[in-house]
């Protein structure tokens, strides 16, 4: 059962010695705002987070100052990545881990396909021409990979 955090703008002033106005000030212009709850109701939880984070925090240790600019450099590389999935620039692990093997899958059929094709492109030819027709067939191969041809079609390119 969750327990119920709400306290008034008179207990947050005087939980933190302040009067009601700089308590407003602080939601206004200071970020307090995350605790906001409606008029005169505030999240204690949030407030006294926002409170260590913002306030108490004290700036001239040098030791708490370069972690919390570790900390906050690692919350704002999460939120980034954060943002990057919600715009669908990254896709779960396990959809990478499925085309990963998907592409495996093609690549290595696709290379399998050179010993039972290649002879029959490379009868009557002389030497000198079995090293352009090798490497003619991967670079179809590839090139096929690339524009995510199936593997019919990469077989195509090289019989």
Known sequence: MAT????STKYLAGLFEKSAKTISVWKN?????????????????????????????PKNNSE???????????????????????RSELLPAENVQQALAE?????????????????????????G?????????VDEILKGMAERASFKEIRKRIT
């Open 64 to 86: 708490i100052s370069d972690s919390r600019e570790r900390w906050e450099k690692a919350r704002a590389d999460k939120i980034e990545i954060d943002v990057d999935r919600m």
């Open 103 to 127: 592409l495996i899958s093609v690549t290595k059929r696709a290379f399998l396909l050179l010993p039972h094709q290649l002879p029959t492109l490379l009868a009557g030819k002389d030497p």
């Open 129 to 137: 021409e079995h090293k352009d027709i090798l490497e003619g067939a």
């Open 4 to 7: 119920d955090f709400t306290v």
């Open 29 to 57: 212009t200071r970020g307090l705002d995350v605790a906001f709850i409606s008029a005169g109701k505030w999240d204690l939880r949030s407030a006294i987070q926002w409170w260590a984070e913002s306030e108490h925090y």
